[in-house]
């Protein structure tokens, strides 16, 4: 993975796109995946934040591309952020339908990268109100992602790598107040990801 979530660059300052646009980015990122590439043949991901904003992606992916410096051809997969507490639009429907215009766009595959649902918090707002705050609610919820990527074309849709996100427990910054409590589970149970 060359760069978390950057959908405003990577190696702030020179490359933060809202100061210095896509072109050193574009650079920076052609950069690390032939360093990458000189140590073995790794396949190449490019990971950004909200997955459900197909605005944010084709913006990113439509300026990336610049001759001399990072081409689609050095990239092997997308991966995606996507929590249900950011911003009211991180819906499920906005999810498919964002990744179904990634993969028809960029014929890649796609992985969700990072993604959480709470077993445990109350008064937390979430973007899927039907789902329940339990872990029956973590298997809907990751069993809807999984049934979604299973539905984009030609089999891009790759799975889900990394369900967690310990940061959003007790900080309203990041979008919840959830309270940390000694001893309880508030995310995935320890083994639950590795058997689903």
Partial sequence: QVGNEINNGLLWPVGEISVNGIDPVSQLLHSAVQGAKSAGSPRIQVHLANGWDWSGLDSFFSGVFIPGALSASDIDIVGVSFYPFYDAG?????????????????RKPIVVAET????????????????PVSVAGQETWTGDIRDMLQGLPDGLGQGIRDVREPGWVGSAALGSACEVRAGSVLFVREGWQRRH
Avoid at 90 to 106: E, F, Q
Avoid at 116 to 131: A, Q, R
């Fill in 90 to 106: 991180a819906t499920l429907a906005a999810l498919r339908s964002s990744l179904a215009n990634l993969a028809g766009t960029l």
């Fill in 116 to 131: 959480d649902w709470p077993v445990e918090c109350p008064g937390v707002n979430l973007t899927e109100p039907s789902i």
